[in-house]
């Protein structure tokens, strides 16, 4: 049965006007938080996002412990670019070293807790073209201000860009044809989120170190559900966040997108005991592209990759920030 979303919302949902700095400081005490960006070649970007942060929330008002740049392996200047901005940088290969690194943001996020120490983690996405501190301000109040929250969503209107046309809430296309309509069937406790898929959130690390990570695009819906069944629908909450503007994606990665969350969903069905896959699934899409007077068929491999619990390995030291050379 699907519970109250309206209720729900009153308890859990607020806006980032509510978390002002003073606030944080008031209610952040021993707490440490640590905020992480994934990055794979942002170097347009990042040195604005890194330098908001650093500025308003780690050098003016001590909110921010740790300011952790994770990156994918970039062949531009954004290890050097997020560096300059204040950021430290960490290459994917230099945490969990025992492990050969895979690609994906996921993956990532994953590392991520083996780079840094803070109570609190706090995930942004490094494309974002509008950002402002107040991002990190959102996503960290509540689980400052309340010990019963243990993750926060980012909820936000997503502009779409089409030539010179731009529609103001025209982006999420793989959250309302994919992820909305897969969790309002399967886990309609979820349907009050309305951004199921963003990419900025916030967590105790203590209930991170417990869910695995897809590696790739579907981390965010995985997290989601996984947390639901840690803590509770109760155990969550979202911020309004106002507006996100980030690069849009083509049809065909946004294909790809809607793909891996598909899988992680099957796959968390199946775990649930809701769902019986009698053969393997295919690892490859086949998409179409226009070549001339015909078309050309691109296939891309697909195999879902999961990272288990950190807590779970022998070279995890519970969030030491040990790196390597």
Known sequence: MRPDVAAWFDRRAS???EWPVERLLDDKGTTTVSVVLPALNEERTIGTIVGRIHRDLVQ???VVDELVVVDSGSTDATRLVAEDAGATVVRRGQVLDDIPPLPGKGEALWRSLAATT?????????????FTSGFVRGLVGPLLADPTVHLVKATYDRPLRSGETVLPA???RVTELVARPLLNVFWPEL???VQPLSGEYAARRALLERLPFPTGYGVEVGLLVDALGEVGLDGLAQVDLTRRKHRNSSDAALGRMATEITRVVLARLQAEGRAVLTGALCDQLV??????????VNVTDLTPHERPPVTSLASYTGGSGRLVP
């Open 15 to 17: 806006h980032v006007t």
């Open 60 to 62: 003016r008002a001590p």
């Open 118 to 130: 803070g109570d609190v983690v706090a995930f942004v996405d490094s494309d974002l073209s509008d």
């Open 170 to 172: 025209g982006g999420g």
């Open 191 to 193: 349907a009050g989120f």
């Open 287 to 296: 998409q179409f592209s226009r070549d001339g007077q015909g078309y050309r």
